[in-house]
């Protein structure tokens, strides 16, 4: 056994595509079939970040049917991702605030073309 401290990991902000299906109550506009959510979510990893995102949106009566992770806002300029001030700022408060910010919100209808998810800007 060592009597060194563990090391806390640090909280990092990571950039979800979350779709959800329908469910009672889920306020998605009446005819939809479903949506796309881009959220910024906070965890000391992406595991994390997935895990509370999911639970946030089940808790407002949602229905996440996948959820796609494009890592922190490092990883996304690694892979040639454009972040403008308000995206940055919103990942700043979900850093600050230790929280889900749902930052886009794409409704599905049927007999419409689903959405790409790199349709949705990232």
Known sequence: MTDEPKKKKRQ????????????????????????????FASGVDEAEAVRETVAILKQADMNPLDVTGY????????????IDADEQALMDRA???NSVVVAQFTPFY???ETADPDDLTL
């Open 95 to 97: 850093l600050a605030e």
């Open 12 to 39: 990092q902000v990571y950039t979800l595509l979350v779709q959800v299906g329908r469910k009672d109550g889920d306020g998605l506009p009446a005819r939809a079939t479903g949506a796309g959510l881009l959220c």
């Open 71 to 82: 890592g922190t806002a490092d990883d996304r300029r690694a892979q040639g991702h454009e």
């Open 110 to 112: 049927d007999g419409e």
